[in-house]
């Protein structure tokens, strides 16, 4: 008997499933139901697939191809795929906010309605509400060239990249919900605290291991697994999320409710 969380039956494509969260997600949806999976990514992943397509989310040439070899109809779509700072400003800017919107924009017409679209973001894109019109700015910003002209021109906001890549994704998730939601779909973010997987020795070097460990010491001293977040992601892909849409959801054990609530000791990163 199906229930609300159930992926029996469904066609579900996920970006980033070599390793990480996505790999996590493989597992979580073969528990679910066991879903038609396609995977993109630029590694074969080993999880429980039906197909890989090889794609560099970081190129519009690659995921244009993506989206031709994908046949309709997609009931979710999970962009998961994201890299930290330890690369170009740019690069983390095409894979993680670019790619992501492309693939969005061009799988939405082969989503079938009462499906959704699923964002893998984080607390690290949680500052946006101080500069929303420049972020509202930037993705609307077409043109590629032009957006890295505009990231240069903003480039104390845009910084490394990471943070505003991830301020792009979480304000596209509420902009973009509108517009998905005429065609029955919805669109929403999980965004995490710091996660145990292979891209955390990257924030260690970008974020600083004094302010990831000053993070996961504030929510009570334990990182999120891979599956914690996996389970997030297939809950707001599922049935059972039907109202939820344009959501950002903070899966970061409280971080984001201490901060707002001056529950935070700042002490430890002086
Ligand atoms: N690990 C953390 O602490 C943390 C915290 C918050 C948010 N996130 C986000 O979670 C998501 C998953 O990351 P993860 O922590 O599981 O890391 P990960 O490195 O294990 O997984 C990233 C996945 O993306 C794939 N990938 C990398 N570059 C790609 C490209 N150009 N094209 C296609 N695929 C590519 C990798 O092969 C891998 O499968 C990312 O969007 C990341 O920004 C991670």
């Known amino acids: 008997m199906s229930h609300p969380f159930d992926y029996s039956g469904k066609r579900v494509v996920v970006t980033g499933a070599f390793s990480g969260v996505g790999a996590a997600l493989l597992d979580v949806l073969a528990e679910l139901g066991r879903p038609e999976v396609i995977a ?73 309605e009462g499906g959704a679209i699923v964002n893998t973001a984080s607390i690290a894109g949680g500052r946006w509400p101080e500069h929303l019109q420049d972020v509202l700015e930037c993705i609307a910003i077409e043109d590629r060239q032009e957006l890295f002209g505009w990231c240069r021109d903003h480039a104390e906001l845009v910084g490394d990249g990471y943070a505003f890549s991830k301020e792009c994704v979480q304000v596209y998730t509420m902009k973009s919900a509108k517009a998905t939601l005429a065609r029955h779909v919805r669109t929403n973010s999980v965004c995490p605290a710091p996660i ?63 901060m707002t609530t001056g529950q935070i000791d700042f002490s430890g990163l002086a």
Do not use: C
């Open 40 to 112: 993109l990514d630029i590694r074969r992943p080993e999880g429980r697939i039906a197909s890989y397509i090889e794609t560099n989310m970081g190129k519009a040439s690659s995921v244009d191809a993506a989206i031709g070899a994908i046949d309709g109809p997609v009931d979710v779509l999970f962009n998961n795929a994201g890299i930290a700072a330890t690369h170009p400003v740019e690069d983390v800017m095409a894979v993680n906010w670019l790619g992501l919107r492309q693939l969005s924009e061009g799988l939405l017409p082969k989503i079938r």
């Open 196 to 258: 145990d997987t292979p891209l955390l020795p990257d924030f260690n070097k970008t974020m600083t291991e004094k302010t990831m460990n000053w993070t996961i010491d504030q929510i009570g001293g334990t990182i999120a697994t891979p599956r914690d977040i996996a389970m997030t992601l297939a809950f707001l892909g599922s049935d059972a999320a039907r109202y939820v849409n344009g959501v950002n959801l903070n899966v970061d054990m409280g971080f984001n409710a201490f």
